[in-house]
């Protein structure tokens, strides 16, 4: 695959990360790091989402940290933020390939959870909760994927969508703070991704305003489908297995 295909296909893909991160509050990493990995390895599409995601979404998290409930939010992300160092090391120094299988099979493993219909009482003891912000925040610094358990923890407990999307954009908003202080201190910022984010960000932008306009008239159940099938697609495609449609 020529350079300029590729971006064509990184433009496409964060169009589609971010309209799904707009309509559901999570999703977006699932979309965006495994398939902008296959094209500039996990080192430059993890940080690149993190500074996208982060500028874009401030008008969001504004909004949202008035309507979250800090007292869900706040364990899982204590959680999170002190395993985020763990999940940079694991950025760091596991094989790209492997780390990609592991993403991707764990994305697919935690979404069949979640259309399975799995539901759990929302009354989980402090040690379980801290526990399931520890994964998240190891998958946050690895990949910028911290969603999946706290997505599977929340919409297991059946609260309602409009809820679970704005303790999300509360709880990324702490957690994107310890990753993105990593990031900068172990050197991942670099200027590629610097220009890598500048010309995918716009694409990321028109996606995150059309899923946000597109949230106001789902329901529910609209907003676990949409969701549901936009990242099983996206797991299987970003798998290492089709790396050759890719021209990798």
């Known amino acids: 695959m020529s350079f300029d295909v590729a971006l064509v296909w990184a433009v496409f893909t964060a169009l589609v990360a971010g309209v799904t991160r707009g309509f559901s509050g999570f999703g977006g990493a699932l979309i965006f790091v495994p398939l902008i990995s296959a094209l ?16 874009l979404t401030l008008p969001f998290v504004a909004t949202a940290l008035r309507a979250c409930i800090w007292r869900q939010v706040a364990p899982l992300a204590v959680g999170a933020v002190v395993a985020v160092p763990f999940g940079v090391a694991v950025l760091q120094h596991v094989d790209a390939i492997a780390l990609r299988w592991s993403l991707a099979g764990l994305s697919i493993a935690l979404l069949a959870l979640l259309v399975s219909g799995w539901r759990h009482s929302g009354r989980q003891g402090l040690p379980a909760t801290l526990a ?13 994927m911290s969603g999946p358990p706290v997505v599977a923890y929340w919409l297991g407990s059946g609260q309602p969508a409009a809820l679970v999307r704005a303790n999300l954009f ?8 310890a990753s993105g202080s990593a990031y900068f201190l172990n050197g991942l910022v670099t200027a590629e991704v610097g220009q890598l984010s500048l010309i995918l960000g716009p694409a990321y932008a028109i996606g995150l305003f059309a899923g946000a306009r597109a949230f106001k008239g789902a329901s529910d159940r609209h907003f676990r489908l949409a969701a549901y099938w936009i990242i099983a697609l996206a ?3 970003s798998l290492p297995l089709f790396d050759p449609l890719l021209g990798r």
């Open 170 to 177: 509360g709880f990324f908003a702490v957690v994107t703070l």
């Open 132 to 144: 399931v912000g520890a994964l998240a925040g190891t998958l946050g610094g690895a990949a910028q």
């Open 235 to 237: 797991a299987v495609i």
């Open 40 to 55: 500039f390895g996990p080192k430059v599409a993890a940080p690149t989402l993190l500074v996208i995601d982060t500028v």
